[in-house]
């Protein structure tokens, strides 16, 4: 989705902006834009739909000079993809990019046009470079003028303005929308994202919501909400978050498949001894909170609403806690009742989705006993406003189509699960001790697992030619299902849908015939004899059926069904292990169709408005 990278530096500073849009092309975007202010009173502009490379060839063709500068690249929500409404918006010598979307542009549009503002785009965001440019003649300062203004917006926001006039200086606001300022020595920047900033520092503060901060080369002032000069602290950032280069793979997707033995691994580590799961980065009194849950509320979006249905069958079933899992979009429009004690899990890779992010606010506001967020990136809003959280650990995730952080979260949620059953006595010792050993062994159960990558690149052809896909699961596999659909659609555009398998004679049998594959996740558990028949019903109606197994489920290839055989596992861990050759079959698809695999169309990494 939209980012942001600016600059206040000594040097040129084009570059280093184009490169910061480089390294938040993985989000999704559709446009991109820049403008550097070349002298004082004199900014310029180049703005590109497309790639953020047709933006570096327009700026190759005409350099742009100056140490202050603002780039963008736009996703867009109010007007089509196009030049004009891509970002920086100009007005008069302000210079506005934004992230996020303000709901009352129409208001202030009109009073904006009726005091002679000429409006160019079909944006919200030139509402902002508009509003400031008109307070901010009777302001002491552009930061004043910008604080007037966003008293003035409704929405969600991050922003960087500057002021042509006055170089030395930008301003930034965030509201909704993360914003990051990387420092530097004798110059200083800001992003959406610090990976956009880590070629040129490695320090960072965070933005709080409602923050406002004036930067210049040397100094940064930030102002709370209320407008009082305010710290906040700053952060180092990690040796192991800057891994945004494919290493050897086609794509980052096939490598953060590939990279998730490692990722489960480092999920894992400190957190198991020889014969006990421990969660000591959890305080005692986090730890407190999850034991006396009486109920766990899971809330997410996307893949890591999938990783929360998985987490409901563990809890209900391992743990016997109630659980319930919904969509953040539902959830935070819904008039819902909190139940006594309930705990409020919130799930996210980029702890940075708006929806999740809101539900989070509402949930507080609405007296969940406590909120957990389970999330991938340290620092993110999420983390940051939640009252406990534990780190999913997988490192950066670049692919829009989210792999690791899936599997990274299972794992960490199945800790949790365990943590819960043994203290509720529902885990004698010799089972923990057992699943312990299993999980030491997970990493390397994965490695076996994604060795037969060959073995589904083989079957790929047979689906790239296919409109429609089924996927049919049961119990905890039913999600995974609901995964390996969504990997599917997200990367190759075909059409797939996950069932519950029980439901198939309920509606999806009607849309069984030799074009529909029909996608089956069947280890050998409790369930395999009723999803026995439900393969039967398939085969009935002449679909042909790829059925994912281990060995002692007993199924044999033969014309209307090819069987791929996956290693015998602890039950508990299984759902994570069906889970890859799933993402490797999306993945190997998308490849014969040629999509654009990490960035697939209309889809965004880190889904900022809502
Ligand atoms: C977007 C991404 C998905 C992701 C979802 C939720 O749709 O493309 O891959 O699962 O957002 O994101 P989160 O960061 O909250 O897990």
């Known amino acids: 989705m939209c980012g942001i990278v600016a600059a206040v530096a000594q040097r040129d500073c084009a570059e280093i902006l184009i490169e910061g849009l480089r390294r938040l092309e993985y989000r999704g975007y559709d446009s991109?834009?820049?403008?550097?202010?070349?002298?004082?009173?004199?900014?310029?502009?180049?703005?590109?739909?497309?790639?953020?490379?047709?933006?570096?060839?327009?700026?190759?063709?005409?350099?742009?000079?100056?140490?202050t500068g603002i780039a963008h690249t736009r996703w867009a929500t109010h007007g089509e993809p196009s030049e004009a409404n891509a970002h920086p918006h100009h007005s008069s010598h302000i210079a506005v990019v934004h992230n996020g979307i303000i709901e009352n542009h129409e208001q202030l549009r009109e009073e904006l046009q009726a005091k002679g503002y000429h409006f160019v785009s079909q944006t919200d965001t030139e509402v902002i470079a508009h509003l400031i440019a008109d307070l901010h003649p009777q302001s002491d300062s552009?930061?004043?003028?910008?604080?007037?203004a966003v008293a003035r917006l409704q929405g969600a926001y991050g922003m960087v303005v500057l002021d042509a006039k006055n170089p030395d200086e930008i301003v930034v606001a965030r509201s909704g929308s993360p914003i990051v300022i990387g420092l530097g020595l004798g110059e200083n920047f800001v992003a959406s994202d610090q990976l956009a900033l880590l070629p040129v520092t490695r320090r960072f503060i965070y933005l709080e919501e409602g923050d406002i901060a004036t930067i210049n080369r040397r100094d940064i002032t930030i102002y709370d909400q209320q407008g009082a000069v305010i710290t906040r602290d700053e952060v180092e950032a990690s040796g192991q978050t800057d891994s945004a280069d494919k290493g050897g793979f086609r794509h980052y997707m096939e490598k953060e498949i590939h990279e998730q033995p490692e990722a489960v691994a480092n999920t894992l580590a400190g957190r198991l001894d020889a014969n006990h799961i421990g969660l000591d980065t959890l305080?005692?009194?986090?730890?407190?909170?999850?034991?006396?849950?009486?109920?766990?509320?899971?809330?997410?979006?996307?893949?890591?609403?999938?990783?929360?249905?998985?987490?409901?069958?563990?809890?209900?079933?391992?743990?016997?806690?109630?659980?319930?899992?919904?969509?953040?979009?539902?959830?935070?429009?819904?008039?819902?009742?909190?139940?006594?004690?309930?705990?409020?899990?919130?799930?996210?890779?980029?702890?940075?989705?708006a929806d999740t992010l809101a539900a989070l606010r509402l949930a507080k506001a609405k007296g969940y006993m406590a909120a957990l967020s389970i999330c991938n990136v340290p620092g993110s809003s999420l983390v940051r406003e939640s009252d406990m959280h534990l780190m999913t650990r997988a490192g950066a995730e670049?692919?829009?189509?989210?792999?690791?952080?899936?599997?990274?979260?299972?794992?960490?949620?199945?800790?949790?699960?365990?943590?819960?059953?043994?203290?509720?006595?529902?885990?004698?010792p010799a089972q923990e001790q057992q699943l312990v050993e299993q999980l030491h062994r997970l990493p390397e159960l994965l490695k076996q697992v994604l060795a037969i990558a060959p073995q589904i690149t083989a079957l790929a052809p047979d689906f790239a030619d296919k409109h429609h896909a089924l996927f049919l699961g049961r119990g905890e596999f039913y999600p995974i299902a609901v995964e390996a659909a969504l990997k599917l659609k997200e990367i190759s555009y075909i059409h797939a849908e996950a069932y519950?398998?029980?439901?198939?004679?309920?509606?999806?049998?009607?849309?069984?015939?030799?074009?529909?594959?029909?996608?089956?996740?069947?280890?050998?558990?409790?369930?395999?004899?009723?999803?026995?028949?439900?393969?039967?019903?398939v085969r009935a109606r002449g679909g042909q059926l790829y059925v994912f197994a281990n060995e002692s489920a007993g199924f044999v290839?033969?014309?209307g069904m090819t069987v791929v055989t996956l290693p015998d596992c602890d039950a508990m861990l299984?759902?994570?292990v069906y889970t890859l050759p799933m993402q490797l079959l999306a993945y190997d698809v998308a490849l014969i169709k040629g999509t654009d695999v990490d960035q697939p169309r209309n889809l965004a990494k880190s889904v900022t408005v809502e």
């Open 557 to 559: 290839s033969d014309e």
């Open 283 to 353: 305080s005692p009194d986090a730890k407190k909170a999850l034991l006396a849950a009486e109920h766990i509320q899971i809330i997410a979006c996307g893949t890591s609403y999938n990783a929360g249905l998985v987490a409901r069958y563990w809890f209900e079933s391992i743990a016997g806690v109630s659980c319930d899992v919904e969509i953040a979009s539902e959830f935070r429009y819904r008039d819902f009742v909190v139940r006594p004690n309930s705990l409020l899990i919130t799930l996210s890779q980029s702890g940075e989705t």
């Open 142 to 148: 552009l930061t004043q003028a910008v604080q007037q």
């Open 574 to 576: 299984a759902p994570l």
């Open 398 to 428: 670049i692919g829009v189509a989210s792999t690791k952080a899936f599997t990274t979260q299972l794992a960490l949620l199945l800790l949790l699960v365990t943590l819960v059953a043994r203290d509720k006595a529902r885990l004698s």
């Open 32 to 67: 991109a834009g820049i403008t550097v202010v070349e002298r004082a009173g004199e900014m310029c502009r180049h703005r590109q739909v497309g790639k953020v490379e047709m933006l570096a060839s327009a700026l190759a063709a005409a350099p742009l000079h100056g140490g």
């Open 500 to 537: 519950a398998a029980g439901e198939l004679k309920h509606g999806p049998l009607a849309l069984v015939d030799s074009d529909m594959p029909v996608i089956v996740i069947a280890p050998n558990n409790e369930l395999l004899e009723k999803l026995k028949s439900n393969i039967e019903e």
